[in-house]
């Protein structure tokens, strides 16, 4: 044995997101409390909780649109080992699916879905004057679209899509890198029946083509069993964090929302109601 080899541990891959003790402000409040949270490569993981919990801001934060106070010590947030990233290289690794991505390429009027693929490659929603677009980008972007499902709306304004369709073309544009895991928030909001059992099926194939995934939802029947683990945040904190079939009890989410709730088991999926 190498005696110069790093120790066994220290050869793991670095974790997917760590958060060390991260505290978030949004205005003057503080609305992630010192949170705690490693979650590994290939490790899939669904985050819910009530309104205003800190859902998204969990999603901003590991997306660098919103920044963790700097406290000294370990770097609040790390990203695949790193706590630097510039954003292009970062949405390469990590796609993102999230509302106001939605709602910003919903009011765009001259951009056709192959193009709102195309200017995901450089982390804009244009495609920078003098970028240089080639066919072979221009064909990633039609095999992504293709793959989501939209290869047919390639030629269509995004802002004429439905919202399932747009959807399509925003999970193609968080595909087209390539990335090691998709952060989703909330991806099925006003998705119909259909779609949305569509979409549940592209995670689980997402899944199993070794991309992680790190889903905010607040549908437990969208918690594909590929995912084999829950967070619950409730005010900035970590309230339970676990297996789904350890998490997701009825004595749990009636304590999260604090209404009475039952949790039912329909196959490997769960479901919520009223107690
Ligand atoms: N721009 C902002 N300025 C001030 N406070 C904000 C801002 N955006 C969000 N907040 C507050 O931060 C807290 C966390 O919001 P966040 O959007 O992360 O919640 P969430 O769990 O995603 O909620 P939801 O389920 O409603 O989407 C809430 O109290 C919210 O009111």
Redesign the pocket.
């Known amino acids: 044995m190498d005696p110069a080899a790093p120790p066994l541990a220290d050869r793991r891959p670095p974790p997917l997101i760590e958060l060390e003790r991260a505290r978030v402000m949004?205005?003057s409040?503080v609305?992630l409390h010192d949170v705690s949270l490693r979650i590994d490569q290939g490790q899939h993981v669904a985050i819910l909780?009530p309104?205003?919990?800190?859902?998204?801001?969990f999603v901003k934060l590991i997306n660098r649109e919103l920044y963790a106070l700097a406290r000294g010590g370990p770097p609040p947030v790390t990203v695949l080992g790193q706590s630097r990233w510039d954003v292009f290289s970062l949405r390469a690794q990590l796609g993102l699916v999230a509302p106001d991505l939605h709602r910003d390429f919903s009011t765009v009027t001259d951009l056709s879905a192959e193009d709102a693929v195309v200017c995901g490659f450089f982390a804009s929603l244009r495609t920078p004057l003098h970028a240089p677009v080639t066919e072979a980008l221009r064909a990633r972007a039609r095999a992504a679209l293709e793959e989501s499902a939209a290869g047919h709306l390639a030629a269509r304004p995004v802002a004429s899509l439905s919202t399932g369709e747009l959807r399509r073309v925003l999970i193609a544009r968080a595909l087209a890198h390539h990335p090691q895991a998709l952060l989703l928030d909330?991806p099925t909001t006003g998705l119909d029946i259909v779609a949305r059992r569509q979409f549940v099926e592209t995670l689980r194939t997402l899944a199993r083509h070794g991309i992680t995934l790190v889903l905010v939802t607040?549908h437990l029947d969208e918690i594909v069993p590929e995912i084999g683990r829950v967070v619950l945040?409730r005010e900035g904190r970590v309230f339970a964090d676990g297996p789904p079939e350890e998490v997701l009890t009825s004595a749990k989410l009636s304590a999260l929302y604090g209404q009475p709730l039952r949790v039912d088991r329909d196959g490997a999926y769960f479901r919520l109601g009223w107690a």
């Open positions: 949004r205005g409040e609305v909780g309104n205003g919990c800190g859902k998204s801001t909330e607040h945040l």
